[in-house]
């Protein structure tokens, strides 16, 4: 179509073919197998020239495969964005715990042959709390939707 010269509102509806839109999609022989997940449909399987995908039970079946791929690649991404988000949270709520358990263990060496003990905890328990500090301004950020 381009060497004939064909119309620019032409050439940007029928798109040039490559290779990787050559591929044969199995989605509709078994929607099930493996590799599956990544896939998409080739630019022109989204056209629907002349009503044709209209009255053909395979091609509204391959339209509802991809459609629900589709959306099940979206749920996931949701899902594991809402789990990050969470898990920033109960990763800042550790780091405080565990920074409270090191002061309570610096606290129980009192006797001065337990100095290295003290000071050892006391170093634990900074950096606990440097861990809890920089998880709680990264949960704000996250959380501030940015």
Not at 16 to 31: C, M
Not at 51 to 66: L, T
Request: aromatic share 10%; proline share 1%; net charge negative.
């Amino acid at each position: 179509m381009v060497s004939l010269g064909a119309p620019e509102a032409l050439l940007n509806h029928y798109k040039v073919l490559r290779q990787e839109d050559l591929k044969v999609s199995t989605a509709v022989a078994d929607p099930n197998m493996r590799g599956q997940r990544a896939t998409t449909m080739a630019w022109f399987w989204t056209m629907d020239i002349c009503g044709d995908a209209e009255g053909q039970a395979w091609m509204e079946e391959f339209y509802r495969i991809n459609w629900i791929k589709a959306k099940s690649r979206y749920d996931r991404v949701r899902e594991e964005h809402d789990l990050l988000k969470h898990e920033i949270l109960w990763t800042n709520i550790f780091f405080v715990h565990q920074s409270e358990a090191w002061i309570n263990r610096m606290r129980a060496c009192l006797s001065d042959d337990l100095a290295g003990h003290r000071a050892f905890a006391g170093k634990q328990a900074d950096m606990f709390k440097a861990l809890a500090d920089e998880a709680s301004a990264l949960h704000k950020f996250t959380m501030n939707g940015q």
